[in-house]
């Protein structure tokens, strides 16, 4: 047989069991490509949406991004949540924040180099 490998017959008698075998894995493999394709796309899409979704909370997260570098300048650290109102003020009449580490004394001198 003197026949190319991309030839075929009209006549499915002629055709041996190997390139029918051939042909119906060929077929398989194009349904299965077409298959993974399709899944493929529909993966995409989510990642699309999920994107989407991720980048409608920007705002929001900056926004609470600033009030969390916001809470130290008033003494307080993210975990202590809200201070009672007869907590000692660590925050003087201008909204300075005073170092805990400060003396009495020393608070006194730096409001006098202040004035």
């Known amino acids: 047989m003197s026949n190319q490998s991309g030839t075929s017959f009209s006549n499915e008698d002629t055709r041996t069991y190997f390139e029918k075998q051939r042909d119906a894995l060929l077929a398989d493999i194009s349904m299965s490509m ?21 980048k409608e909370f920007r705002n929001v997260s900056v926004l609470w991004s600033h009030f969390y570098q916001g809470l130290p300048n008033y003494g307080m650290s993210p975990d202590e949540g809200e201070q009672p109102e007869n907590a000692p003020a660590d925050v003087q009449e201008k909204d300075e924040v005073v170092p805990e580490s400060l003396t009495e004394g020393e608070e006194e001198l730096n409001r006098g180099d202040q004035a």
């Open 34 to 54: 077409e298959n993974v394709l399709n899944n493929i796309n529909a993966l995409n899409r989510d990642l699309e949406g999920a994107f989407d979704v991720g």
